[in-house]
Structures are given as C-alpha cells and as structure tokens.
C-alpha cells in the first residue's frame, strides 16, 4: 500500500527570518527551545480553505470608506504584482489581505499609542484576489514610519502586512513590503532577521512606472512567492 | 506520509519570499465571526456532524500569556474530507481565525473533524487520527508556529503517523481534554516548560 502525496519544498534557512533573533526583543520569550518536528506533509498540509469573493468581500480601494464618502489623507498609491509558486506558476484566487499604518504612521487599532493623528477616513485594511495569472492589485496610501520600544530610537521603516494563502495550508504564509529606498530598512531589526540578501530584497517593493497612472498615482511591483511542490510524488512505505 | 528527505529545488526555481512578523496591530484583519466555522451553515450541517468548540490558553516563556495573538485552525470535515481546490465553495470547511483575549485565550465553534487520510489515493490502512492543524502568529514570531491539536480518547491515537514521531513524554501538548458540553480544551505553550511540540510544516 502506498499513499502518494505531493509536498512542498522546504525553504532554504538563510532565505527565511530564525524564530529567536535577539536583535528582535519581542522574540526572547516567544521561540520554541524544544526541538521542532519535522511534519511530512498529508492531505491536511496540501490542502486549503477555499476563498471566494462571494464570503470575503474586497477591499480594493483602502483610500474611500465604503459610502464613496471620506478620502484617505496621504499619497496615494497603487500596488499590485504577482502571486507565484517556486516553479514560477501563478497562484489563482489567491486571498491576498494587506494591513498597514495610516499617512501618519499610526494604526487604527486601540493598542497604538504613537503620538500621531488618526485619520477617520482610514481604516487601513484591505483584500483582493490573484486573478488567473496570478496578479492583485489595490489602492492604498504609502504609510508613514513609526516609534517602537524595540531599542534606543527605534523607528520602523514604511511597510505594508500581506497575509496570503496557497493552494495548500503549507504554503500560508505573513510578510511585510517595504518601500525602496527607505533609509530606516538598515537599521530595522525585523527586515534584518532574513540574512539572505537577495530574499531580504525581495521584500522590497520596486517602482514601477507602467502601474504608475498618469495625473493620479505613483505604481509599486510587489510580487510575492510561495512554496513549490516537490517535482516528484514521495512513495510511503508505511505497512503497520 | 512522505519520508521527510528534503528535496532540493530545480535550477531556475524562484526562492519563496520571507515571512516577516504579523506583528501587534494584526487586528485589522481580525473578524471575530471567523471564529466560528459553522456561520455558514445554521439549520444545514453536513450528516453526521458533532459542533464542538476548541478552548486554550496561549503562554510565552516566562508563564505570561500571549494576549496579542492570531490563532489559525483547519481540519477535515466531519466525514474526513477537505474541499478541493475547484470544488463547491459552499461545502463545509474547517477553517477559522480567532485572536487571542487578554487572559490569552482563545475560542473556535466548529465540527469534529473525521479520520484523514494520509495521502489522496490511500487504498490501505494508514489513517490520521481526527486532528486540526494549528497555527499562531503573533508579535516576536518572526514566522507562524505550526503545530497538531487532537483528540483524548481517539482509538486511531494510537497509530497515528504524526504522533508516533512525538517522544511519547511530550505527546500530551498535542491531545486536548474534553471541557464539557462538545468543548475541548489545549493550551499552548510557546515556550520552556510543557513547551507545544512545535512542527515545521
């Protein structure tokens, strides 16, 4: 008997942020110290909740509260890309959910006390869904930097939350975008948690003149990959 | 169940891109209906379902709990089955999001899943005990923490792929306890002592 079962591909380590990175104070208390199990993959890790616009509305446009009243304050911007696996295919009907600071760099949220205005028009959170070729895109503003208790005069840099799932719940997957040419990227302990370089700046996103729309609004690339399924089926040999 | 021998990627394979931390102000995107699983479908549960509510605490290291967290769960529905891909939107699925309260509880309305099996063509008798994947992103989690909820009591416990690769001493982080009234109860613990057995997924 033998249950085929196509998994993903594991991450190369220097390409992802460890769990305990000092730097990061918040991680102290909060990484695993017992040895993690490496889970092989079943149906339950190849398999994912299936999301339709018809139960999880969009939000395409953070910038307009929904009664078309009450404009975001800030620049505004457009921000699309693409979802793709690892072998460059496009993830479709990806739920793509983004969150983020207002033009001020304060979030509409009851545990942010960062001195800075609140706009009523703001709301800062969105969703939209790949298309067949793997694109999203949405309207936002570009959000403003903010304090953090981290270290001495710690200021995260402009960054947009993506929150995204695959195909399968192996391939769920929480990052940030950030912005290029953002002097604080150096200096953030979080964008520095992923030592690899290139991976590092793949988070952050590209200017992009032909998403830029004329007399309205700057346009930035942000493409996003998730994990590839192993190109071969692994045989079980399980027989208890 | 594969034999967990990585596989390397292919020359030109793009590199998946880094997860970064949810962070504390993740509540944006929190929508507490997420939590119950079953709000699709008041009056037409799919046969044979039992509604079952999954509690826990979530602690860090030093005992103190995590009252900023997101907890994820997905499972099976109640006959073993997850929806394809292309299938009918409107089956059942096991998917909710809660955050967790500020005495870092969390609680999710949902069916008991059934016996999955390990792989789409199983023909034999290599069956996962009924369980819900479990996932919790927070601030200080640079990436989610993923790991098994199961049942007390499950006769299928015993053969279970996942848990028997569970050094038995830790085996119990991952079986919840009847709570009363369809509830179930496991805490989680991100850390140090009874520390969650933890899973790269």
Redesign the interface.
């Known amino acids: 008997?033998?249950?085929?079962?196509h998994?993903y591909?594991?991450?190369?380590p220097a390409?992802?942020?460890?769990?305990n990175?000092p730097a990061?104070?918040?991680?102290?208390?909060?990484?695993?110290?017992?040895p993690?199990?490496?889970?092989?993959?079943?149906?339950?890790?190849t398999?994912?909740?299936?999301f339709?616009p018809?139960?999880y509305p969009e939000t395409a446009d953070l910038t307009v509260l929904e009664n078309g009243k009450g404009h975001a304050m800030g620049e505004r911007i457009i921000v699309g890309g693409r979802v793709?696996?690892?072998?460059?295919r496009p993830i479709r009907?990806a739920m793509v959910?983004v969150?983020q600071?207002n033009a001020a760099g304060r979030?509409?949220?009851e545990?942010?006390t960062h001195d800075a205005p609140l706009d009523p028009n703001f709301?800062?959170?969105g969703?939209v869904f790949t298309d067949d070729d793997g694109w999203y895109r949405y309207v936002t503003i570009r959000p403003g930097a903010y304090p953090w208790r981290n270290h001495q005069n710690a200021w995260r840099p402009n960054h947009i939350?993506y929150?995204l799932f695959g195909?399968g719940?192996?391939q769920?997957?929480?990052?940030?975008m950030y912005f290029p040419g953002d002097p604080l990227l150096p200096l953030d302990p979080?964008?520095n948690?992923?030592s690899d370089e290139?991976?590092?700046n793949?988070?952050v996103a590209n200017f992009d003149l032909e998403l830029t729309k004329p007399e309205w609004a700057l346009g930035y690339r942000f493409d996003?990959?998730?994990?590839?399924r192993?190109?071969?089926p692994?045989?079980?040999?399980?027989h208890? | 169940m594969t034999d967990a021998t990585p596989e390397l990627a292919p020359p030109g394979a793009l590199a998946a891109s880094a997860h970064q931390t949810a962070g504390p102000y993740w509540h944006l995107v929190d929508f507490p209906e997420w939590a119950d699983t079953t709000r699709h479908f008041a009056g037409s549960l799919p046969e044979g379902a039992e509604r079952i509510t999954l509690t826990g605490t979530v602690t860090d290291g030093t005992g103190a709990p995590v009252t900023d967290a997101m907890i994820e769960i997905w499972h099976a529905d109640p006959s073993g089955h997850y929806p394809e891909q292309d299938g009918d939107p409107a089956a059942f699925q096991g998917y909710g999001r809660c955050a967790t309260d500020k005495q870092g509880r969390f609680r999710f309305v949902t069916l008991k899943p059934g016996p999955v099996p390990v792989g789409p063509h199983a023909k034999g008798n290599v069956m996962q005990a009924p369980h819900v994947a479990l996932a919790v992103f927070a601030r200080g989690l640079l990436q989610h923490l993923s790991t098994r909820l199961y049942f007390e009591g499950e006769p299928l416990n015993a053969t279970d792929p996942v848990l028997k690769a569970v050094p038995e001493t830790r085996r119990g982080t991952l079986i919840a306890k009847p709570a009363g009234n369809g509830g179930w109860n496991l805490d989680l613990r991100l850390q140090g002592e009874g520390e969650t057995v933890w899973m790269a997924v």
């Not at chain 1, 008997?1 to 079962?5: E, F």
């Not at chain 1, 996003?224 to 590839?228: A, K, P, T």
């Not at chain 1, 692994?234 to 399980?238: K, L, P």
């Open positions: 008997m033998s249950d085929v079962v998994g591909r594991r991450p190369d390409t992802q942020p460890p769990l990175s990061y104070g918040s991680t102290r208390a909060r990484h695993p110290q017992q993690v199990l490496e889970l092989p993959h079943t149906l339950t890790e398999s994912s909740p299936i339709t018809a139960r793709l696996d690892e072998d460059g009907k959910e969150w600071a979030y509409n949220h545990g942010d709301r800062g959170m969703r939350h929150s195909a719940f192996a769920r997957m929480i990052t940030q979080i964008f948690t992923v290139k991976a590092r793949r988070l996003i990959v998730l994990r590839g192993e190109a071969t692994m045989e079980d040999n399980h208890d």
